[in-house]
């Protein structure tokens, strides 16, 4: 059986880390050169760098930053954040980058996928879906947004997970914007309605608040991976409890980095 994965993201603005709620992104949540090396110490499976204001201001990421999180991790990086074309992906990927993370720049040009996966083969290749529930939408219905949760492209979740799919993107992050923050727990709904749909790795991201919520995603969601910040960065949990805890409840873990 494959092993899930634990993932930590480091959201990344100013040149320091920062946390909030549904994307408000308010609260200095430390250094992310010194929470790269930590997490890369204490068994985290991957590490995101996200730039989350490089789409909202135009501009690229910051690649002094990302230079020194890469020097401090020895596990697969992906980097997201104002990437617009390829070249722009080679540079990521020249830095220290395993897999590049799109969003805004996919929704607005969907060709840049497949661009990508051609060049540096699907596996590099993640696709990044901030979602956010439409109310009263029954069935249920997630929108996309970009630029960070600012902007609503109207575009159905599901529908474009697929098409990203059909595209070349080898991964999925599903964001969950009403989650954010919250540590309520991940949104379950959209992620069983993704999986199912798609037949990519889905990673689980936003509203992790206690060890219950990474089995739920893994039991519940069919998540492959599960990505959280606040709950790992103040040190609420370290990944080796999360994972001691999620082996004994029989989900398939890397522990030889013990």
Avoid at 71 to 94: A, H, K, W, Y
Avoid at 144 to 165: A, I, Y
Wanted: glycine fraction near 10%.
């Amino acid at each position: 059986m494959l092993t899930r994965r634990i993932i930590p993201c480091l959201d990344v603005k100013d040149g320091r880390n920062m946390r909030g709620v549904k994307f408000s992104a308010d609260k200095d949540a430390g250094d992310p050169v010194e929470l790269a090396d930590y997490y890369n110490r204490t068994g985290a499976d991957e590490l995101v760098f996200y730039d989350i204001t490089a789409s909202a201001e135009r501009r690229g990421i910051m690649r002094r930053v990302l230079e020194e999180v890469a020097s401090q991790v020895f596990i697969p990086l992906t980097v997201g954040g104002g990437l617009r074309n390829t070249d722009d992906m080679f540079e990521m990927l020249r830095a220290g980058a395993d897999k590049v993370s799109l969003n805004t720049a996919a929704v607005d040009h969907p060709n840049l996928i497949s661009e990508g996966a051609e060049r540096f083969g699907s596996q590099c290749i993640v696709l990044s879906i901030d979602a956010l529930r439409v109310p009263d939408s029954s069935p249920s219905r997630w929108a996309v947004w970009t630029h960070g949760g600012r902007r609503n492209t109207g575009k159905d979740v599901l529908e474009w997970s697929q098409l990203g799919v059909e595209l070349g993107a080898g991964e999925i992050v599903m964001n969950s914007i009403d989650a954010d923050g919250t540590r309520d727990g991940y949104d379950l709904e959209l992620l069983n309605t993704v999986t199912k749909a798609v037949s990519v790795p889905v990673v689980a991201s936003g509203g992790a608040g206690n060890l219950e919520h990474f089995y739920e995603a893994f039991s519940e969601g069919g998540a492959h991976a599960v990505l959280a910040a606040s709950i790992f960065h103040y040190k609420d949990f370290t990944i080796g409890q999360a994972k001691a805890y999620l082996d004994e409840k029989g989900i398939p873990m890397r522990t030889d980095y013990e």
